[in-house]
């Protein structure tokens, strides 16, 4: 087994370019990507659909000019962002399942004029509203009716710039705007990300340095497209790597998804464990025995998790670390050094600093820099004019340490602790406890205000008998603090999650905040 050496040199390309490199080392015939229609394509099918489509869409906008991209995870999806690509329009990835008010503020912020999206998909997912109400601020277009208007000359032409694609294909440089994000929004309102084409680029060649695939591996990626997770790791990292993926367009289908993944032969999977938990609870033995491993992120990996998989499977579960300002992988465990509770060691060519935080000692919050950490923050003045991190760093706003082997173990996000009587403590680690005693069930802790001790600590969960004295007999048993075990119990029928699977925090703040009394 010969791990690839991270070559800063390779990361110095335009995203497009990057996608004919690998069809260059690894033949243009070789079948790259397939989705539910069950039509595989190759490389120089996506070189050519991207030509074909391109030709007709760069008439949408001006070159540089962000186009909004609603489309579900496919071939389709990836044909449009090469598309817009090789003609120098900049994707811009919209999350669907983020509401209209959030989607129009998001095109509002980074001036996006155009829509890309299909019909099929917005009947099938019953987003007419959302279309109706987005048209108030962009047009729209449906690719089908795109595609209806290329021509059989078209397609000649396509052909031919397929056969010679540098003499037609967009000078981009490597530090040019490729293409455009927006965060999760877990602990407030999202953020539009603008990330390089070398940005995109390095953060697969990092990735594919830290971890080693063999060259037959399938990777199956249910994960949105519109997540820099499912975009990056999930999409880009196997097609530009030349390892053979298999695209689904909803992580939410817990039962078709383990079939598909023995029929296709998968080897490696991408999830978060949310997901991967409900595809393991579904699944007959056999149906994930094929994985070699799973790339798990997005939200701390469960032990109960762990165990199924391994138990059940036989498979074993890596738990990484990112954010869409790192394209977004900062780090992830390997097979041969695979901690538990930790999520593996940087990526090489990340640098990383702690700032010290008053009241959590040997820790600090996290600010990490390299060749995939993002151009900036977009200003929000209707273009992709950005806020720089300052000397190229970036606040992560997590709380970390490292181990003595320089792996990564995260405590929580800077504003996921609370202060109580003058201690800091972690909401993440009160909701490992809570799963530890409950882990059939999804939990969140939140804090509210308490004039007595500064601010108390509020549990949302989703199991019906939770009660608190079992609560806290548990949580002293496994030697945690009195201080930070909730003492208030929400019920819910369904926590709040967002597309990506991630527990919603603001939602879930606003809860607590409703059926809470006043702060005692």
């Excluded at 070789?30 to 229609?37: L, S």
């Excluded at 094929?290 to 074993?316: C, H, I, N, P, S």
């Excluded at 273009?383 to 992560?396: I, K």
């Excluded at 496994?478 to 967002?498: N, Y």
Aim: aromatic fraction near 8%; hydrophobic fraction near 45%; charge should be positive.
């Amino acid at each position: 087994m010969t791990k690839l050496r991270f070559d800063p040199q390779r990361t110095r390309i335009s995203m497009f370019d990057a996608l004919l490199r690998a069809r260059r080392e690894n033949g243009g015939a070789t079948k790259i990507a397939e989705d539910i229609d069950r039509k595989p394509v190759s490389y120089d099918d996506i070189v050519r659909a991207s030509f074909a489509l391109g030709a007709k869409i760069k008439k949408l906008a001006k070159r540089g000019e962000p186009v909004g991209v609603l489309l579900p995870t496919g071939v389709g999806a990836v044909v449009t962002v090469f598309a817009l690509h090789a003609f120098g329009r900049v994707p811009a990835m919209l999350n669907f399942t983020a509401g209209p008010a959030n989607l129009k503020n998001a095109c509002e912020a980074a001036g996006v004029r155009t829509i890309l999206t299909a019909r099929r998909f917005v009947e099938n997912g019953k987003l007419e509203g959302l279309i109706a109400q987005v048209e108030t601020h962009a047009r729209v277009i449906y690719l089908e009716d795109v595609r209806t208007r290329i021509s059989v000359f078209d397609k000649l032409g396509a052909a031919l710039a397929a056969a010679f694609p540098k003499w037609v294909r967009a000078r981009v440089r490597p530090d040019d705007a490729g293409v455009l994000l927006f965060t999760s929004g877990t602990l407030g309102s999202p953020r539009g990300v603008l990330l390089s084409n070398a940005n995109v680029v390095a953060n697969v060649e990092q990735a594919a340095s830290h971890l080693y695939f063999e060259p037959d591996w399938i990777f199956f990626n249910p994960l949105p497209i519109f997540h820099c997770f499912g975009l990056t790791a999930g999409t880009l990292l196997p097609i530009l790597i030349g390892r053979k993926v298999f695209l689904y367009p909803t992580p939410l289908h817990f039962r078709p998804i383990p079939k598909l993944i023995a029929e296709c032969g998968a080897n490696v999977l991408f999830a978060t464990d949310t997901f991967a938990a409900q595809y393991g609870r579904a699944a007959e033995p056999a149906d994930l025995r094929g994985l070699r491993f799973a790339v798990l992120g997005a939200e701390r990996v469960k032990d109960e998790t762990r165990a199924l998989y391994e138990q059940k499977f036989g498979v074993m579960l890596l738990e990484g670390y990112g954010a869409t300002e790192a394209a977004p992988i900062l780090a992830v465990n390997q097979p041969s050094a695979n901690v538990v509770g930790s999520v593996g060691r940087l990526l090489p060519g990340v640098e990383a600093r702690l700032a010290p935080v008053d009241g959590i000692p040997g820790a600090g919050r996290l600010f990490v820099r390299g060749p995939n950490i993002m151009l900036g923050y977009i200003t929000g003045l209707g273009g992709l004019a950005v806020e720089t991190p300052e000397d190229g760093w970036h606040d992560t706003g997590d709380v970390v340490r490292f181990d003595d082997n320089g792996n990564v173990v995260i405590l929580g996000r800077i504003k996921r602790f609370a202060k109580i009587g003058g201690e800091m403590v972690s909401l993440t680690a009160a909701e490992n406890v809570v799963s530890g005693l409950w882990p059939e069930c999804r939990h969140a802790v939140v804090s509210l205000p308490c004039h007595r001790k500064g601010e108390k600590l509020v549990l949302v969960t989703e199991n019906d008998t939770a009660d608190v004295s079992q609560l806290v007999k548990f949580a002293l048993n496994q030697g945690a603090p009195e201080i930070a075990i909730p003492k208030r119990i929400l019920k819910v029928s369904v926590l709040p999650v967002l597309g990506t699977g991630k527990t919603d925090y603001g939602a879930v703040q606003r809860i607590a905040d409703a059926e809470t009394p006043e702060a005692a």
